[in-house]
Every structure is written in structure tokens, then in C-alpha cells.
């Protein structure tokens, strides 16, 4: 049976988990971008991104917070369903915001809300130890679920700021069980956020599920990165990890292309974007 996506007559078929899970086998880099309205998702997908995340991150790029803590599911919802429309090849995945996701009751009947009304392929939560039990639930459910590990920036309050994680022998350590104990619980992905170049290589190599990583080295099976922090947009100082793409180029379509090409040919992220 065809889908309503793959009878609009598109050169690549759209991309899903299978998709994914392929690319890690064949040591494709995925591309990964966040995306937050139809207009930029139409361009992310035309430069052939592989994966759009609508992030949490709009509460701070788009809301103008300092954190993502104030962004609420009906934010997600309203912007993943924006995403949504301007997405033909792309995977969709969108992030359960800080405190959405406390229990597994509420954890499913968020994630529902951002499939079915956002229209969302999979669920992003920031997770642990703590949230494995969420994890199994959701899967249970057949909800696909990606696992924030390494910095997770709905902590920052709790631990003092945006900071590199797993640099200390132990915490690496727990890091990579704790990665493999969520995809045994069911995660499809894995994102890891700000470690050490060693670590992300020890995870993304522990784990069968692909692994994408933002800061965490250019071993991981693929790459995210804020779209504003490519293009130029985000003002003021910006993490080590992020690259302006937009310098060399005269659109932003061109700049993401240029992302996109760089991730794949794996020239991003050069050492001077990650973490020793
Ligand atoms: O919210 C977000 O955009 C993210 C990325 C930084 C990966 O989680």
C-alpha cells in the first residue's frame, strides 16, 4: 500500500525509523535540523535534511527565553503542526516540553497530542534513569521515541547552567548503561547533547539505534544542529558546537544545503566544534 506521501510523486521516498536504522548499518550520516514554521520546513526538506525536530529550543529562539523550561505542549503542538505542512521526505519528530511527560499516563496522552494533532512521527523526551519506565510505556504503545541524553537543557536550573556533560570517568561511565537501558526500554534514537568527542564515539558504538549527536563529536551516527544558530540569526554568543553556514552563502536555502553536504561528507563538526 502506498502512503499519501509517496504517491506525490517525490525522486526519494519519505524517510521513517527503518530508514534511519538503515543509515546507521550503511554509515550514512543523518542529517538533522530543527525546524519551527512551514516556510523554513519547506526549505530544510528541499535541501535534504533527513530528520526535522521541532525542539523546545522555539521557547528560546522564537519565544525569546532564556530557557526552554516555560514552553507548553500546545506551543509544540501549534508549531509541529506548521512543520508538518511544509515537510514532503523529512522525519518529523517533536519535543515533549519540561513536565509534560512526569508519569506514563501523561507521557501518553502528550505524545498522542503531538500525533495526532501535530502530526509528529516521533516523540522527543529529555530522559534517564527516571524516565526508562516512560520509555517502555510509550513504546508499548507503539509511540517512537527519541532519548535526550547528555546535557538536557530542561535540567538547567537543577544543575547549575548549560554545561559539557560526562567529562568525569564515572558519569561517562553511567552514561552509556543509561543510553543502553533506554534503548532497551524501547527508544528508537538516541541525541546526545554536549559530551566529550570519546563518549559520544563509546555510545554511538554501544547502541544499535542511531545516535545523533549536537556537541558530542563526529563519531555519532548523525548530526543536529539549531537552525537560527546556522543561518546567523541567534545573537550574542553560541556554543562551541555551532557553525554559521549562512557566511558563505547567499540564501538560506544554500546555507542549509551547505549544512546538509558538510554532515553527510562528514566535515562537520571539525575539532574546533567539539568537546575533549
Ligand atoms: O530543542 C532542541 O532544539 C533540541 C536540540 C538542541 C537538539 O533539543
Known amino acids: 500500500m ?55 529550543s522555539l521557547g528560546m529562539v522564537i519565544q525569546g527565553h532564556d530557557t526552554t523550561v516555560p514552553v507548553t505542549v500546545d506551543d509544540i503542538v501549534y508549531h509541529t503542526r506548521a512543520v508538518a505542512r511544509g515537510l514532503r521526505r523529512a522525519f518529523l519528530v517533536a519535543d515533549m516540553p519540561f513536565m509534560s511527560y512526569t508519569n506514563p499516563a501523561q507521557a501518553l496522552d502528550n505524545s498522542v497530542r503531538l500525533m495526532q494533532e501535530g502530526g509528529a512521527m516521533m516523540i522527543k523526551l529529555e530522559g534517564g534513569e527516571g524516565q526508562l519506565e516512560i520509555v517502555e510505556h510509550l513504546a508499548r504503545h507503539d509511540i517512537p521515541v527519541c532519548a535526550h541524553l547528555g546535557l538536557k537543557p530542561q535540567s538547567v536550573h537543577k544543575i547549575g547552567g548549560f554545561k559539557v556533560q560526562g567529562r568525569d570517568e564515572h558519569k561517562a561511565k553511567e552514561m552509556i548503561v543509561t543510553a543502553e537501558r533506554l534503548q532497551n526500554a524501547g527508544a528508537d534514537i538516541v541525541l546526545l547533547e554536549c559530551v566529550p568527542n570519546e563518549l559520544g564515539e563509546d555510545i554511538s558504538r554501544a547502541l544499535e539505534v542511531p545516535v545523533i549527536g549536537i556537541g558530542a563529536g563526529p563519531a555519532t551516527d548523525g ?33 542549509i544545503e551547505a549544512y546538509v553536504a558538510a554532515v553527510k561528507d562528514q566535515s562537520y563538526p571539525a575539532p574546533e566544534h567539539c568537546f575533549s
Not at 539549531?226 to 556554543?239: E, S
Open 223 to 255: 548530526q543536529i544542529l539549531v537552525l537560527y544558530d546556522i543561518l546567523d540569526i541567534t545573537q550574542g554568543r553560541t556554543p562551541r558546537f555551532v557553525r554559521n553556514f549562512q557566511q558563505d552563502h547567499h540564501s538560506p536555502l544554500a546555507a
Open 2 to 56: 502506498y502512503t499519501q506521501l509517496e504517491q506525490r510523486g517525490m525522486p526519494k521516498p519519505p524517510v521513517n525509523v527503518a530508514t534511519l536504522a538503515k543509515m546507521k548499518a550503511e554509515k550514512e550520516p543523518i542529517a538533522c535540523i530543527t525546524a519551527y514554521d512551514a516556510s523554513y520546513a519547506v526549505l530544510v526538506d528541499a535541501a535534504g535534511a533527513d530528520l526535522v525536530l521541532v525542539g523546545d
